[in-house]
């Protein structure tokens, strides 16, 4: 079970992770490596250059599942976060996984290894998209913003709209694995479904955080 309740600037960093494990995800995001001892979240973070404030928002929020009560955080500090995760699900959770999934799919028939890759593949695909955009056009276009440079041909609305979600083909994947995979099964292929359930909920918090923290920011920064 994982602490529920708000952390503060004076809780350990090792009580965050150890209360909340998946936090080290965050905390990686945010640039902070292990090796912190007893020093609370505030001392962490200056230590590691990274905005409390940021890195408390992006942490309550995913821990409670409720609305963010701040809205002091930092945009470029928020973006750098979110950046990190795409470099992190681009370069090597999902080459990793694919490779996994390779390798635990090898007795089955050749036909359907191939149908099982080109599912996984093809969800890669979308995801690689998805966050390409983002590195392209979206973040670009806040740095504008945040220099006080305005454009009448893009709003982040137009980014709103096409946040599609991009779980369905991983859906159609896990459908197939559990209900019609047609070898026996392994240890390799529980690991490669484990990991998949685990990229997919990490995936939809990272979706969480670009619309309930990072797109009304950025609403609000349009309009001042």
């Known amino acids: 079970m994982y602490k529920k309740g708000k952390y503060q600037e004076s809780d350990r960093m090792s009580d965050l992770i150890c209360g909340n494990y998946p936090m080290l995800l965050v905390m990686s995001r945010f640039g902070i490596a292990l090796g912190f001892g007893e020093k609370n979240i505030g001392e962490v973070c200056r230590q590691n250059q990274v905005d409390t404030c940021t890195f408390l928002t992006v ?122 995979y047609p070898g026996a099964g392994s240890d390799a292929l529980n690991g490669v479904l484990f990991g998949i359930f685990a990229t997919e909920e990490d995936l939809l918090s990272h979706n969480r955080v670009e619309d309930c923290l990072f797109v009304p920011a950025i609403t609000t920064l349009e309009l001042q």
């Open 59 to 180: 942490v309550n929020f995913l821990a409670e599942d409720a609305p963010a009560e701040s809205a002091d955080f930092s945009l470029e500090e928020l973006m750098r976060y979110l950046h990190n995760a795409h470099d992190y699900f681009l370069r090597f959770r999902l080459p990793n996984l694919r490779a996994k999934l390779a390798e635990a799919v090898t007795d089955c028939p050749d036909d359907v290894a191939f149908v099982i890759r080109k599912f996984f593949d093809e969800y890669a695909a979308e995801v690689d998209k998805h966050m390409s955009y983002e590195e392209k056009v979206v973040f670009p276009y806040v740095r504008s913003l945040l220099k006080g440079e305005k454009s009448g041909k893009y709003s982040i609305s137009i980014f709103s709209k096409r946040h599609d979600r991009i779980d369905l083909k991983i859906a159609e994947l896990k459908n197939i694995l559990i209900k019609y």
